[in-house]
Structures are given as structure tokens and as C-alpha cells.
């Protein structure tokens, strides 16, 4: 069982900065591809950014050129730096570990709440 939680919500104004982090427990963390994920109020849960175990990144076109996804094998986390934030980035966002190995291996946090809003 992987543990994945994150961290770094909270309220912003627009046209500001937010760094999410998410931790994952376990020694294979470099063998899972890492997810960002958001769920709006009355929305379906959409996919934000992607990175996989090698490092390559995959971004929704409403994000791109905005948020950066990266992560960190030596420290089990992975990041989400969003830039440029406005109104329509409020959700709630998740953090997906998804092993290479084993695709039933598949763990989401407990999301974290960002609001953009002045």
C-alpha cells in the first residue's frame, strides 16, 4: 500500500503562484508515474499535468504554459509550481501514483483545496 499525500493549498489572487507537493511512502516510488488531478464543485475530475517514471510530462492545454510538473525520486515528492492562477484553477486537487509494474496499483491523496479568489 502506497501512502500519497499532499500539501501546499490554500487561497491566492489571481494572477498568482502556488507550489503543491505530493509525498509518497514506499522505496519504488521511482517506478510509479505521478499525476495531478482537479475536481471542481459540480465538475468531473479532470487531469492537470503527468509526469512518468522516466520524467516525461504531460499537461492539459488549459495548463499549459502555466503549471510545471516535476519530481524529486531522492525525496518520494513530486511538485506542481502553477503560475499565472485565476478563477477557473479553484478546485480541489489530487495527487495519482500509478505503478509501471502493476496498473491496479493505483493511489490517490486526499486532495488539497486551492482557491484563487481575491
Known amino acids: 500500500q502506497v501512502q500519497v499525500v499532499e500539501s501546499g493549498g490554500g487561497l491566492v489572487q489571481p494572477g498568482g503562484s502556488l507550489r503543491l507537493s505530493c509525498s509518497a511512502s514506499?522505496?519504488?516510488?521511482?517506478?510509479?508515474?505521478m499525476g495531478w488531478y482537479r475536481q471542481a464543485p459540480g465538475k468531473q475530475r479532470e487531469l492537470v499535468a503527468h509526469?512518468?517514471?522516466?520524467?516525461?510530462?504531460n499537461y492539459a492545454d488549459f495548463v499549459k504554459g502555466r503549471f510545471t510538473i516535476s519530481r524529486d525520486n531522492a525525496k518520494n515528492t513530486v511538485y506542481l509550481q502553477m503560475n499565472s492562477l485565476n478563477s477557473e484553477d479553484t478546485a480541489v486537487y489530487y495527487c495519482?501514483?500509478?505503478?509501471?509494474?502493476?496498473?491496479?496499483?493505483?493511489?490517490w491523496g486526499q486532495g488539497t483545496q486551492i482557491t484563487v479568489s481575491f
Open positions: 495519482n501514483a500509478q505503478s509501471d509494474y502493476d496498473l491496479s496499483r493505483d493511489y
Open positions: 514506499g522505496n519504488i516510488f521511482s517506478t510509479y508515474a
Open positions: 509526469i512518468t517514471s522516466g520524467g516525461y510530462t
